[in-house]
Every structure is written in structure tokens, then in C-alpha cells.
């Protein structure tokens, strides 16, 4: 574990970031419930892998699994069940992932706007009908929601972290609050920050590869790589991969079936609030 932490936490941005010697890093933008875009990406990293040749594995999930889209549990089995051979797995929590968590450990004022922008999904996944949990009181809908989840499901969705340094790299969700050292970030910058983390073009001393905000096409800037291509409503799920200072990307390309419209989805609504922000 020492030896990861000095790997994985101690080394300062060079003129081109790079990652430890002898790893390889892939990062999985956002889910949300695609699961037949994930068993497709999986596959494209492992054969990514062997094409590159032997290298210490590290993929690195960035947050919101759930939701949207049409296979939230299957995602989360999938994942929590996943083993690649040498490699190390990690998952960063998602706002979504917070959002179900709060719900399930008895806030029932969250769930009418859950069921709204993706939760509805997300029970249906599970076998469980939203329409009949939007019919009961607070109490019995947490209890049904709660029933309908297994609890290994939720005990993976609480094991994940933060944060995860590799190098001149920082993975997080959603961003960070610009200005502020790493150990006083908070929780809910972590998951939910748009602005003024995506406009800000300050040197945070590494840089930050982070989901939560959809663009059609990768974004990188010179302090930050946003890699949420938008799975459940364009279509599209990407991973970048990291190898020294190389860097490439791998997408999965969906059909138009599972593909949300842009005007579905609100500039700010509950679910943004319940942490501060509103973007």
C-alpha cells in the first residue's frame, strides 16, 4: 500500500503529465445504465491491453453507473462483479450514485425528483414499477425502493471513493472547487461542480479527468480532459487511456434506440440543489 501511495501520489506535473512508469490507466466516463456500450468498451480495453503488451493495469471508473439509462442493475452487478486479470479496479462516486444512496438511508424528499431524471429507470432495472412507488407515502416508498435493490448492490455503491491520483492525473466525477488544496475539497464539488471549475484555465498542479458534464466530443484543455460523451443520450461511451505521457481514447458507438434528447434534460433542478450547486 506504501509503495502504491508513493507511486500513485507524490510525483508533480512535468512539461507533458504523465502517469508511473510501468502503468497504464484507463478511465471510464460516465454510464448511466448503458450497460451494452460497457460489455463493448470492456471489451475494446482488453484488447487495447494486449495490443500494448504487459503494463500494471489501472481502470478507473468515473462515477454515475446508474440511472437514464435502461440497465442500472446490470451495470452494477456487472461491475461489482468484474475481475481483469493484473489490474487494478477503481470507483469514483457519481452524483447519481449519492443521490440513490441518501434515498435508501431514509431521505424520502429526494425521490420524486430522482424518479424524474433517471430513478424512474434506474427501479425499473431492478424489476421494481416507479409508477406504484410514486403512489405511496414517503415512508413506504423508501421501504420499497430499499427492497428492491439487493443490498451487495448498495454496499458496493458505498465502498467508492472520491478521488484517485495517478501521477500528474487527478479522477474525480465532477471537478473540483478551483483555488482550494485537495484535502479541503468538498464532497459535493467533487460530484456535482459545473462552474467555475469548467471555465477556469488555472494551473491546479496536475491535471483533472473527470465526467459528469456531456459534451458530443471529448474536451480537453490544458488543465482538464472531460470524457462524458454523453452514453444514454447520444449514444456514445469513452475511456481514456494513459501510458507515460501518452494519451489515447477508446468509445463505444450506440444505436439511436437508448438516445435521450437534449432538451429533455434541465439546466438545474432538485437534484443539483441537494448539494449546493445550480448547473
Not at 503529465?17 to 490507466?25: A, F, K, T
Not at 431514509?106 to 403512489?135: H, M, V
Not at 469548467?198 to 494551473?203: G, H, I, T, V
Not at 507515460?244 to 432538485?270: I, K, M, Y
Request: charged share 25%.
Amino acid at each position: 500500500m506504501r509503495l502504491l501511495q508513493r507511486l500513485f501520489g507524490t510525483r508533480r506535473p512535468a512539461a507533458l503529465p504523465s502517469v508511473p512508469g510501468g502503468y497504464r490507466l484507463y478511465a471510464v466516463g460516465d454510464v448511466h445504465g448503458r450497460e451494452d456500450l460497457l460489455v463493448d468498451l470492456l471489451g475494446k480495453i482488453e484488447a487495447d491491453q494486449k495490443m500494448r503488451g504487459p503494463a500494471k493495469c489501472v481502470l478507473v471508473f468515473l462515477g454515475d453507473l446508474i440511472d437514464r439509462g435502461p440497465y442500472s442493475a446490470q451495470v452494477v452487478e456487472r461491475l461489482r462483479t468484474l475481475s481483469i486479470q493484473s489490474s487494478r479496479l477503481v470507483f469514483l462516486a457519481g452524483n447519481h450514485e449519492e443521490v440513490l444512496l441518501r434515498i435508501v438511508g431514509g431521505n424520502a424528499g429526494l425521490l420524486t425528483d430522482w424518479l424524474k431524471f433517471g430513478g424512474a429507470e434506474c427501479l425499473r432495472s431492478y424489476g421494481a414499477d416507479p409508477d406504484q412507488i410514486r403512489r405511496l407515502s414517503p415512508r413506504k416508498a423508501v421501504e420499497a425502493v430499499r427492497s428492491a435493490i439487493p443490498f451487495e448492490h448498495v454496499e458496493f455503491l458505498q465502498s467508492f471513493d472520491d478521488t484517485f491520483r495517478a501521477g500528474d492525473f487527478l479522477f474525480v466525477h465532477a471537478g473540483i472547487r478551483p483555488g482550494l488544496p485537495l484535502n479541503e475539497q468538498a464532497p459535493s464539488d467533487l460530484r456535482w461542480i459545473r462552474e467555475p471549475f469548467l471555465s477556469d484555465p488555472s494551473d491546479h498542479g496536475f491535471v483533472i479527468v473527470h465526467g459528469h458534464t456531456i459534451r458530443q466530443q471529448v474536451e480537453e484543455r490544458i488543465n482538464r480532459i472531460g470524457i462524458d460523451t454523453g452514453a444514454y443520450r447520444f449514444g456514445v461511451l469513452t475511456a481514456l487511456g494513459l501510458e507515460g505521457t501518452s494519451r489515447w481514447f477508446l468509445q463505444s458507438d450506440g444505436t439511436s434506440r437508448f438516445v435521450q434528447d437534449v432538451r429533455n434534460e434541465p439546466n438545474s433542478s432538485v437534484l443539483d440543489m441537494v448539494s449546493g450547486q445550480s448547473g
